[in-house]
């Protein structure tokens, strides 16, 4: 069987959950990091003219978290009941929401503007925080070691990943007032697979 495949650029971005995902699961893969210039050429024959694609046991999956949902069912990290994978969905979609709110600082630092980043902070983070107090009353309703419970699941990971993002804007006070989320932030961020991980790849 053919190892799986993730085409995306040289970024962490929109695959990096999946890269996450199959990291912690103990998954070989390959990790095909394509320029602008061979994105252009690639553009006409993908199935949604865009990237991350995900290429596992003869079929190709696009659409970046149903290429990370399908991995975390795949290799175990969904969920063990169908109520922990509905509450790592959930969390996951929140994250997005995040996402989305803090992404004017995240596209002006990636285009070098730092003026404007510098502008778009204090609404970002204004967003941003009630947002990460709501999902700290999630997680801890639910007993506060993960998202989605007692089990790490790629919810945990997308999050982990969200803090390096958070960390990269120079806005990790946005959970100040989260410590369970705080807590959790460190503990995947120490996770073997996903530290070894980060320094060879997100420095």
């Given amino acids: 069987m053919s190892k799986p495949k993730i085409t995306y650029f040289d970024l962490p971005g929109r695959a990096e959950i999946s890269r996450l995902i199959l990291v912690q699961a103990g998954v070989d893969f390959d990790d095909e990091r394509v320029t602008r ?11 949604y003219g865009q990237l991350p694609m995900l290429e596992v046991d003869g079929h190709t999956i696009c659409q970046s978290i149903t290429m990370a949902r399908f991995l975390a069912n795949k290799y175990g990290l969904a969920g063990n009941t169908a109520m922990e994978k509905a509450y790592a969905d959930e969390a ?38 009630p947002m990460f107090q709501n999902l700290e009353k999630r ?13 790490l699941t790629w919810a945990d990971l997308y999050f982990g990943n969200m803090c390096y993002m958070a960390k990269m804007l120079g806005v990790t006070s946005v959970m100040d007032k989260c410590p369970n ?21 997100n420095q």
């Fill in 37 to 47: 210039e061979a994105f252009a050429g690639m553009k006409p024959n993908l199935p």
């Fill in 92 to 129: 996951v979609d929140a994250l997005g929401d995040i996402g989305v709110a803090m992404m004017p600082m995240y596209r002006a630092l990636r285009e070098n503007d730092l003026a404007t980043k510098k502008e778009k902070t204090p609404e970002c983070v204004a967003k941003a925080e």
């Fill in 139 to 151: 997680m801890t309703s639910r007993g506060g070691k993960y998202l989605a419970g007692d089990t």
């Fill in 181 to 201: 989320l705080k807590d959790l932030a460190a503990r995947v961020a120490d996770l073997p697979a996903i530290k070894k991980w980060n320094q060879d790849h």
